[in-house]
């Protein structure tokens, strides 16, 4: 699945991209679970303790689609999550490469 989206965390307005695998099996809608996916990078970036200080709004959810990204857009989001089912995830954050503590 492809989703585009835009999270607040703390007043700020960011954008990101998640390609992957998303349930179709979630009760609280796309935005609660893809929250619940990113919410352990996004708790090792920002200072926040619950998954409610995360606002976010999907702008775009594609089930389906093949061109999946270039190498610039990393360079252009906050936050880029790529979790291909052969391999781990690449994770880049702020533009850099997220790195587990």
Do not use: C, T
């Amino acid at each position: 699945m492809i989703i585009v989206f835009m999270y607040r965390i703390q007043g700020i307005l960011r954008h990101g991209k998640y390609i992957g695998y998303v349930s179709d099996d979630y009760e609280e809608g796309l935005d609660r679970e893809l929250v619940h996916i990113l919410y352990p990078v996004l708790q090792s970036v920002y200072p926040i303790s619950s998954k409610d200080d995360v606002g976010m709004v999907i702008l775009s959810a594609q089930r389906d689609g093949y061109d999946y990204f270039s190498e610039q857009e990393k360079d252009i989001v906050d936050l880029l999550y790529y979790n291909w089912s052969n391999q781990e995830p690449e994770i880049f954050v702020h533009h850099h490469p997220y790195k587990k503590n």
